[in-house]
């Protein structure tokens, strides 16, 4: 157990609708790190959060959209669902530390299916 | 840019052999290295990193890795495989000029036969 909580564990919803995926880091960590899983694309780097604020910014969506709470909890929203947009939704978390040696702890993810 | 390349995305070992998981690397500035591994239906958790200390890298479960500038790799070991190192094995770079944030390889299916 990773410490790291990913709700909901699964998720089936139509193309068209917009879905929320919740993430709370492990006590003590700042940053939040959102990822998509696929077996076309590998796992793809989303979004980072740091403190509430947004870090860094990877291969995501104008669809997709997150934020980062002042509880630290995360939440990832999904719009205008495609069916490419199936997939496994991580979220890690870690300290945030500078230098690239931010060891980042994953949780158990969001299997998300658009029919 | 940073890039990394898992050689093999499937590698079959019998119990008690060597598993060797290849992980080459693509980097114009000094790269941290990562190692993760993934259960079935469970996230990725860190087996080891590279961070310009030693270039021989001790992680959990009995792997280690080492980092060769010079061929530009990575390569994941163990000297004895398990059943239950049976997984998804991911390597990751990160580097300054990807502000820090991980590229990951496609990854490699670790598979062992009793």
């Known amino acids: 157990d990773s410490g790291v909580t990913q709700t909901p564990k699964h998720l089936i919803t139509a193309t068209g609708q917009r879905v929320t995926l919740r993430c709370s880091p492990r006590s003590g960590d700042l940053s939040v790190y959102w990822y998509q899983q696929s077996l076309d694309q590998g796992l793809q780097f989303l979004i980072q959060?740091?403190?509430?604020?947004?870090?860094a910014k990877g291969n995501i969506l104008e669809r997709f959209s997150a934020q980062q709470f002042p509880d630290l909890h995360s939440e990832l929203n999904l719009s205008s669902l495609e069916l490419g947009d199936s997939a496994l939704y991580f979220c890690a978390s870690g300290q945030g530390g500078v230098g690239g040696t931010d060891t980042q702890y994953f949780g158990p993810g969001t299997r998300l299916t658009v029919l | 840019a940073q890039s990394v390349t898992q050689l093999g995305s499937h590698v079959s070992v019998s119990e008690g052999a060597l598993v060797l998981l290849r992980c080459n690397y693509s980097?114009?500035?000094?790269?941290?290295l990562f190692w993760y591994v993934q259960y079935p239906n469970q996230g990725l958790q860190l087996l080891l990193k590279y961070t310009s200390a030693a270039t021989l890298v001790k992680g959990i479960n009995g792997f280690e890795a080492e980092f060769k500038k010079s061929e530009t790799s990575f390569h994941l070991t163990k000297p004895s495989a398990h059943m239950s190192d049976a997984a998804e094995y991911f390597c990751a770079v990160s580097t300054s000029g990807g502000s820090y944030i991980p590229t990951f390889g496609r990854g490699t299916s670790l598979i062992v036969h009793p």
């Open positions: 959060y740091y403190n509430g604020e947004e870090r």
């Open positions: 980097s114009s500035v000094p790269p941290y």
